[in-house]
Nanobody, 127 residues
Framework: QVQLVESGGGLVQAGGSLRLSCAAS????????MGWFRQAPGKEREFVAA????????YYADSVKGRLTISRDNAKNAVYLQMNNLKPEDTAVYYC????????????????????WGQGTQVTVSS
């Protein structure tokens, strides 16, 4: 069992920045590959970013490349999403997700591959 809790969401003006955090508990964090997804009103949940358990690999949706950065700190059992130059279209509920990874470099970027999910944190970007 893995528990994930997101934080750091809020209201920000276009062009501003936020850093989302996801704290994990319940099992060894270093054994988990992590991802961020988001869901806007009226839209399907979409992939945002993923990072391997070793931090050696990452992958981003085209819409966020160059603006959002995923990172992790295994000593703190946490994964982060640094969000810069935010746009109104980034408005969504952001979810972190985790899956036990057998290989350190493996990435997961489809939601059906993830076994554990947080409850989400709201990000609202005003124009």
């Amino acid at each position: 069992q893995v528990q994930l809790v997101e934080s750091g969401g809020g209201l920000v003006q276009a062009g501003g920045s936020l850093r989302l955090s996801c704290a994990a508990s319940g099992r060894t964090f270093s054994g988990l590959a992590m991802g961020w997804f988001r869901q806007a009103p009226g839209k399907e949940r979409e992939f945002v970013a993923a990072i391997s358990r070793s931090s050696g690999s990452s992958y981003y949706a085209d819409s966020v490349k160059g603006r959002l950065t995923i990172s992790r700190d295994n000593a703190k059992n946490a994964v982060y999403l640094q969000m810069n130059n935010l746009k109104p279209e980034d408005t969504a509920v952001y979810y972190c997700a985790a899956v036990s990874a057998s290989f350190s470099g493996r990435l997961y970027y489809t939601d059906y591959e993830y076994h554990y999910w947080g409850q989400g944190t709201q990000v609202t970007v005003s124009s």
